[in-house]
């Protein structure tokens, strides 16, 4: 049974959704310093001030932003690399994920390369953690594909997917998701194979 609390509940949540992602394209259009709180509320339909509701200012704002997509990106990872029947498998979906990730969030790649270092430094440091706790889970999958291949080789494997994936903010739009999808994938793999079969 749906009570009103657990409807004010969820309503607060779409909401915050929805000031976040209003907030991510603003700030990667017009960088962190370029926006307002009055800019961000403009684009959810509500006063600035109103905005305090859900967080304590432009800063908090950015903070939940960043965390909150370093921890989704973890949570997903985890998910499908312990859910995998085997590691190629659970490969084909880490790569499902940060594609998805890429194609979908390209405000929030461009976000989080430009802004992060306006987060305070508690929350950087949580950040960080999730980003290496999720190379990890790659690194853990890759070395089980490529058990002779050093660890530190394999986690720059999976650095440099990352940069060719998270490049879709210079490209969104020029190839149909179709399209684009199955080249990411294929160019990652490529990638994965020429790093850890370097010489």
């Not at 749906?2 to 700030?27: D, G, K, V």
């Not at 594909?145 to 997917?161: K, S």
């Amino acid at each position: 049974m749906t009570t009103a609390a657990t409807t004010s509940t969820r309503n607060r949540r779409n909401r915050r959704a929805e000031i976040l992602e209003a907030a991510a394209r603003l700030f990667a259009a017009r960088g962190f310093h370029g926006v307002s709180i009055e800019d961000i509320g403009s684009a959810v339909g509500v006063s600035g001030p109103a905005l305090y509701r859900h967080f304590s200012g432009k800063d908090a704002l950015l903070a939940e932003m960043l965390l909150d997509v370093s921890s989704r990106l973890r949570e997903s990872g985890v998910a499908v690399a312990t859910s995998a029947p085997d590691p190629r498998q659970a490969l084909d979906a880490l790569l499902n994920v940060q594609i998805t990730f890429a194609i979908e969030q390209p405000a929030l790649i461009t976000v989080h390369d430009r802004e992060l270092g306006n987060v305070a430094e508690p929350q950087r440091r949580q950040i960080r953690r999730l980003q290496r706790l999720y190379v990890e889970e790659w690194v853990t999958v890759l070395a089980e594909l490529h058990p002779a291949c050093p660890a530190a080789r394999l986690r720059a494997a999976t650095h440099a997917v990352f940069g060719l994936l998270n490049s879709t903010p210079h490209s969104a739009g020029e190839l149909p998701e179709r399209d684009m999808r199955p080249l990411l994938h294929a160019m990652a793999k490529a990638a994965i194979d020429a790093v850890v079969n370097a010489r």
